[in-house]
């Protein structure tokens, strides 16, 4: 009898994202892994977003279009309406760096009994998603070194659904850094099983909201050391800007 493939469940959340929006989806649509939910979350866009949805929508499992209060509660609107058994987030300026990604990583979740996987992510330029600017390496990670800001790339983080519903939902009064916060509280006082698989899933346009400026970063890492505070990880601020350094040789050694 042949063996129930787990269903892998990728979220994407958009917002008059147009430019980019047709290439993350195909991303998905060109996997050949067979059991895949694609969820779109949509803040009812105004750029000819709902014209690509519609040329992609006989492939997605769900499609919502409507006012939210931000990328986290976008967010939490497609772990609501998602039912894989694994769980993870393409956004809409994201691509899947080739058609066996997530083959690969369901495989590896299967064979190693994984809680939770996760890989790199290239970060590339406007327009030009062959130039890598930097690699962002997931196995800088530990839980240990969430104090100092340190989380897994985000797009290339895969969790079994009992992961993401101990942890539950995002927190809406965050600007930036709720994913960070989220994976405080999948990682931290946890015992997961999980690992760094030494490859790159995904490639990221640069300048998302995260990275889009010194304010952008002041606010960022203001959220981050509040999130730390907040879930009982003792850090301050020098110990949150000390990655950077780090940061700068990604780009570098790119």
């Excluded at 997605?60 to 609107?77: C, F, H, Q, R």
């Excluded at 240990?144 to 969790?159: D, E, S, T």
């Amino acid at each position: 009898m042949e063996q129930t493939l787990p269903t892998v469940s990728v979220i994407t959340v958009c917002y008059n994202s147009a430019k980019t929006l047709g290439a993350a989806l195909q991303s998905v649509a060109d996997q050949d892994y067979r059991n895949v939910e694609h969820i779109v979350i949509d803040g009812a866009s105004s750029d000819g977003t709902a014209d690509i949805l519609d040329r992609f929508r006989g492939g997605l499992a769900a499609v919502v279009s409507e006012p939210d209060k931000g990328i986290y509660d976008a967010m939490n609107k497609g772990l609501q309406r998602a039912s894989g058994d694994i769980i993870a987030f393409l956004n809409a300026d994201d691509q899947y760096v080739s058609p066996h990604v997530l083959s690969r990583v369901a495989g590896q979740i299967a064979e190693h009994g994984l809680d939770a996987l996760m890989g790199d992510v290239t970060f590339f330029r406007e327009g030009q998603p062959g130039q890598v600017v930097r690699r962002y390496r997931s196995d800088r990670f530990s839980p240990g070194r969430l104090a100092w800001g340190w989380m897994p790339a985000h797009p290339a983080l895969f969790l079994r659904r009992e992961v993401v519903r101990k942890a539950g939902l995002f927190k809406t009064d965050y600007r930036i850094a709720g994913d960070f916060e989220y994976i405080i509280r999948i990682f931290h006082g946890q015992q997961l099983r999980y690992r760094h698989l030494p490859e790159v899933l995904v490639r990221m346009q640069a300048g998302g909201v995260s990275t889009n400026g010194l304010q952008a970063k002041i606010r960022l890492n203001r959220e981050v050391l509040r999130a730390c505070r907040e879930n009982g990880i003792r850090t301050n601020m020098l110990k949150i800007l000390s990655k950077y350094p780090i940061k700068l040789f990604e780009m570098l050694a790119r």
